[in-house]
């Protein structure tokens, strides 16, 4: 047996049918159907059974992809590393960073870690946090930064910021006569908005699930007339005045133009922080990921990252 035949099962797992997994493997039907066979023969078990028109694994077939899956990250990273080695002296790093957020924290953190580290390339991935956290899983990175809102467990995670959830509304809208004064700066009640018209970021993105938990908590179910996948995007159709939305304080804490939006603090017992922090793979062996890990780590912790902090912003 070798990498060839968890390759074949996962594609089949991935498909639920051979016809659809042969394509994918770039083989025939009949050949891959062949080999299969001759595996189970080998193993002396069964690894799918068909349920309608799907394949399905067998207890045994499941047991045999979950040391599968650990199996072909190993060999996908070694593969990657070995390539990534040029006369055993240049090594890359593969960061992946969740879309929005580059520009607010690689400037910060990449001239520093090159320079005392001469011989690292960085190859930057950006993209949304469920996609991010595949290819790591699939070890196609070494390490993301992402939201941690929904945590995945084969994964390990370290904060280094407390996000907070803010409300932009139109600078000329009606609704500004609702906010009120608190301690850390001006808020607004999330059950006082609820015959707003909002602006939300799409359901493929984690704070989606976030914000409408939020809304139904306050007794509501959100108007929402438009989706998009970026919080600059949000934020500039709230200052066209299509509606209201939820931003990032790092889009609050930016300059303050004539036709920005005013943002608010959300008065709400459940709290609007959301962690942030980089990750990689639980049983990552990379000394290089892994000090690259702590160095992002300790940047935050010093606030050497502007608008970062690993505090809460309520402590």
């Not at 990657?80 to 580059?102: A, K, M, P, T, W």
């Not at 953190?109 to 469920?130: C, D, K, M, W, Y």
Request: charged share 20%; net charge negative; with cysteine.
């Amino acid at each position: 047996m070798d990498i060839k035949a968890f390759e074949y099962v996962s594609a089949i797992v991935k498909h639920g049918s051979l016809s659809k997994a042969a394509d994918e493997l770039y083989i025939s039907q009949p050949a891959l159907s062949q080999y299969i066979t001759k595996l189970e023969q080998t193993l002396n078990i069964q690894l799918f059974s068909r349920q309608g028109r799907k394949l399905k694994l067998t207890p045994a077939g499941e047991i045999f992809m979950q040391d599968g899956s650990h199996i072909l990250n190993l060999y996908s990273n070694m593969c990657r590393r070995l390539s990534d080695v040029d006369n055993g002296e240049i090594i890359h790093i593969h960061l992946g960073i969740s879309q929005f957020y580059g520009r607010f924290y690689l400037p910060y953190i990449l001239p520093e870690f090159l320079r005392s580290h001469p011989n690292v390339r960085f190859s930057i991935t950006e993209a949304l946090t469920g996609d991010l956290e595949e290819m790591l899983r699939s070890g196609k990175l070494d390490a993301c930064m992402i939201p941690m809102y929904i945590l995945d467990d084969k994964l390990t995670y370290h904060v280094i910021h407390h996000e907070e959830m803010m409300m932009a509304i139109p600078s000329d809208s009606p609704v500004n006569a609702l906010a009120f004064p608190m301690e850390t700066g001006p808020a607004i009640r999330l059950n006082d908005l609820r015959n707003e018209d909002f602006i939300m970021l799409s359901g493929t993105q984690k704070f989606s699930s976030m914000a409408q938990k939020l809304c139904e908590d306050s007794g509501f179910h959100p108007n929402v007339i438009c989706e998009v996948t970026n919080w600059d995007t949000l934020n500039l159709l709230v200052q066209q005045g299509l509606g209201i939305g939820f931003v990032s304080n790092l889009i609050s804490s930016g300059p303050k133009l004539p036709d920005s939006p005013n943002y608010y603090r959300i008065d709400s017992k459940h709290g609007i922080l959301r962690p942030y922090g980089i990750v990689h793979n639980k049983g990552e062996e990379s000394p290089l990921v892994l000090e690259f890990v702590d160095y992002v780590r300790s940047l935050a912790e010093k606030k050497a990252i502007p608008n970062v902090s690993p505090l809460s912003l309520y402590a």
